[in-house]
């Protein structure tokens, strides 16, 4: 009889939980790092992490996507703490379409439809990506771009247009 993913799911949650509770009551190093108030997004991370293994483990598709999800908001959260640049979420709200995409490509990838998931999972990555760049770019994060961030939206629109005009 197959074991349920949600079941195993648990268990590795509660496993992994239970080990590092475990790690920092008994080595005073690793409790001064995880009490250090910079590294709580790492917990977030974390869960990213467990749902990889649980995705892995029970060969379930369908827990890459919060996998990628939990991870890649933990690690955003994580270099907003370490800076101090909570005024980021400006423009990073644009990074979770990306996380989207880069779960439903994995997902695609463990099912062995690796078209599938470059056509879906791609589009919400490089619609991500150039969202982030308009909308960093507006806020004065990439100084670089400087005054000329609105030919990003030019060239948004170009390749959209030319989508439109090669599917016909």
């Known amino acids: 009889m197959r074991a349920k993913p949600a079941r195993i799911f648990v268990a590795l949650f509660l496993i992994l ?4 509770l475990l790690a920092i009551q008994i080595f005073p190093t690793l409790r001064m790092y995880a009490l250090n108030a910079s590294n709580w997004p790492l917990l977030v991370v974390a869960l990213g992490g467990v749902f990889l293994l649980a995705a892995v483990l029970t060969w379930t598709p369908r827990l890459l996507l919060p996998a990628a999800i939990a991870g890649g908001v933990g690690a955003i959260l994580y270099w907003q703490n370490i800076t101090g640049n909570w005024a980021s979420w400006t423009y990073m709200w644009t990074l979770l379409p990306g996380l989207v995409g880069i779960g439903i490509l994995l997902r ?3 099912q062995g439809e690796l078209r599938d998931g470059i056509t879906r999972g791609g589009s919400l990555i ?15 994060a990439l100084g670089f771009l400087g005054p000329y961030w609105p ?5 948004l629109g170009a390749i959209l247009l030319a989508q439109v005009w090669r599917r016909r």
């Open 126 to 140: 490089l619609l991500s990506a150039a969202a982030f760049l308009i909308f960093s770019s507006w806020q004065g």
């Open 108 to 110: 695609h990838l463990m």
């Open 151 to 155: 030919l990003l939206l030019v060239l």
């Open 17 to 20: 939980l239970g080990a590092y």
